[in-house]
């Protein structure tokens, strides 16, 4: 039968997370090599075609400096592929990075997605992967790989639950024997949690501010408990009647109070996975706690939060915003654990 993996008996060579919000890639026995915004820059042509500009933090950077000039588009949405042309341009320019290439110039490749993407979806993925230069592409799930980063047991029988707050998504996965037995998703992540931001300093405080500012706001002051420990930060706006910029005072109650609804949503997701969860693996969940991955677990108190509502243990991944390139990483010089776990298209 034949096997894409080589004689050294490794699985393959990277490991790459198309996060909506960020890029992560991980080589086999380096660690984490790239991490960098899903973002790419642009200016249009005379002919109205794209050119692209910059990818990543370089992207980023020029957007800041020359707004009027420069657009930006996020090839991803939700955790899957939105742009196909630029997530391609985007995987080969980061896959031609030195740093990459060093490791392999036709390298394979594991990705992780979304779990319960489609057929279509996973062969964009693969597709984009192998023009971009992949010799092979390999799908998992996220919630698996953020679960074997975060050190949880997942090849054994007893359950685990691991709840991966990302830039798009949140996923609540429930893994026993190298199987997700399952998963309930809701959109909600840090890019919602930024939106909520924006909107409610636009009706509540009369200032329009930009989803980047709103971002800085939720890293800050943000908090999952309002009311607790309130901290005061003065800011900078347009005001909604006049146009003209002017500053205002707000709190980490305001912050939190903006994030509250998109918080509630993804403490429903918990609560619907443990409703649908087999008893015997409710009870390995309820003696051993549920563990917090991705940027949203950053949220200040998101884990008293989440404990005081849902009345189990609850832990932060050590680094939650690179558990999953971790766990990613772990996975290349595994391939029994790829085999068990690989998506099948």
Same mark, same amino acid.
């Given at each position: 039968? =034949?096997?894409? =993996? ?18 992560? /890639? ?17 200016? !249009?042509?005379?002919?109205? %075609?794209?050119?692209?500009? $910059? ?11 020359? +707004?009027?000039? /420069? ?22 320019? =980061? ?19 979304? =779990?319960?993407?489609? !057929? ?6 693969? !597709? ?21 980063? $975060?050190?949880? +047991? ?49 009706? %509540? %405080? ?63 997701? /918990? ?8 008893? !015997?693996?409710?009870?390995?969940? /309820? ?37 999953? $390139? ?20």
């Amino acid at each position: 039968m =034949f096997s894409f =993996f080589k004689d050294d008996g490794s699985a393959a060579d990277l490991y790459v997370d198309l996060g909506t919000a960020n890029t992560l /890639i991980a080589a086999r026995g380096k660690g984490l090599i790239v991490n960098e915004p899903t973002l790419i820059a642009y200016s !249009e042509t005379s002919a109205g %075609k794209k050119r692209v500009v $910059a990818v990543g933090l370089e992207a980023r950077e020029k957007v800041l400096k020359t +707004p009027g000039n /420069i657009n930006a588009i996020r090839p991803l949405k939700e955790g899957v592929i939105a742009d196909f042309d630029t997530t391609e341009t985007m995987l080969r320019y =980061f896959l031609s990075r030195p740093e990459v290439k060093s490791v392999a110039s036709r390298p394979r490749i594991v990705v992780s997605l979304p =779990f319960g993407v489609t !057929e279509v979806e996973k062969k964009a993925v693969i !597709e984009a992967g192998k023009s971009a230069g992949a010799k092979s592409v390999t799908l998992i799930d996220e919630p698996m790989a953020s679960a074997i980063g $975060a050190g949880l +047991p997942v090849k054994d029988p007893q359950g685990s639950m691991v709840v991966d707050i990302g830039g798009g998504t949140t996923e609540v996965a429930v893994i026993a024997l190298a199987d997700i037995v399952y998963c309930q998703a809701c959109r909600v992540g840090g890019n919602k949690f930024d939106d909520a931001i924006v909107d409610y300093m636009k009706k %509540k %405080k009369g200032l329009i501010i930009s989803e980047t500012y709103a971002e800085q706001l939720k890293v800050q002051i943000g908090t999952a408990t309002p009311k607790k420990d309130i901290r005061i930060l003065e800011i900078q706006g347009r005001d909604v009647d006049s146009g003209l910029n002017r500053s205002s005072e707000i709190t980490s109650e305001d912050v939190g109070n903006a994030m509250d609804e998109s918080l509630k949503e993804i403490i429903n997701a /918990i609560h619907l996975a443990l409703e649908n969860t087999p008893p !015997e693996l409710v009870s390995d969940i /309820i003696e051993n706690g549920i563990i917090l991955t991705g940027g949203g677990a950053l949220i200040r108190d998101i884990d008293l939060r989440i404990q005081n509502e849902v009345r189990l243990p609850i832990r932060l991944a050590e680094d939650p915003l690179t558990t999953i $390139a971790r766990g990613g990483e772990a996975i290349l010089s595994d391939v029994e654990l790829l085999d068990k776990i690989k998506l099948e298209v």
